[in-house]
């Protein structure tokens, strides 16, 4: 995809630590000799550990289409309503804007990140028939968990089950201990995911305000 700056995006998968795994950035390739080669954001999501043993330079995967819709979902909803974009038209990014950098957090989450179960950490005395609702990509939901309300996304929506980017921590009810990390990728049963309402008069410094 080429944006209106001139670049083209993929992800980069860096083994930092000599452990495993990779910490995963966004590049915005320039494709104009005029200008800097490349634009790199470093995200705080870690992809799962290889496998094989892991090798000794950077991978660079390009986007696939699922990936660019999720990120044009979210822009959209996100920003003021604009005409629908086609894959291969040009677009603008201000990569100053919190709100950009957050949204590609979450799809870096959505491509990379193992989805954690959640049933240690959800109220299950507080859910609603899954056939009252129709869950789509993109929509904010929130979770009535052990560290109260909290906010997600929904990044992926499968038969009776939904994928979801957290937009902030859950701890403990101590408050001592992090059970799931803003970004950190979950899955859960249809039926756990109430309207987002119940965070939005409470938002968190990560949750997408619009």
């Known amino acids: 995809m080429i944006f209106a700056s001139g670049h083209s995006i993929f992800w980069r998968l860096t083994d930092e630590t000599g452990q495993g795994s990779d910490v995963v950035s966004i590049v915005l390739a320039n ?27 950077p991978i660079e995967i390009e986007w696939n289409k699922k990936d660019l819709n ?23 990014l201000d990569l100053t804007d919190e709100s950009v950098l957050r949204i590609m957090h979450i799809v870096a989450s959505a491509r990379f990140s193992t989805p954690y179960p959640v049933e240690t950490v959800i109220n299950p005395d507080r859910s609603l028939p899954s056939e009252m609702v129709r869950f789509r990509v993109g929509e ?13 996304v929904i990044v992926a929506v499968n ?6 980017v957290l937009l ?13 990390d803003r970004h950190d990728l979950i899955v859960l049963n249809k039926q756990f995911a109430l309207p987002s309402i119940f965070t939005v008069n409470q938002p968190g410094e990560s949750d997408l305000i619009h």
Request: proline share 9%.
């Open 168 to 180: 902030e921590e859950i701890t403990s009810p101590a408050g001592d201990n992090i059970q799931l």
């Open 140 to 152: 904010h939901i929130s979770l009535d968990t052990i560290d109260g309300f909290k906010p997600g």
């Open 31 to 57: 494709q104009k000799e005029d200008e800097a080669a490349e634009v790199e954001i470093e995200t705080d999501i870690i992809s799962a550990p290889h496998e094989t043993d892991p090798p000794d330079h």
């Open 70 to 92: 999720l990120f044009l979902t979210l822009l959209r909803n996100t920003f003021p309503p604009r005409k629908i974009l086609e894959q291969d038209e040009q677009i603008e």
């Open 159 to 164: 038969d009776d089950e939904i994928n979801c």
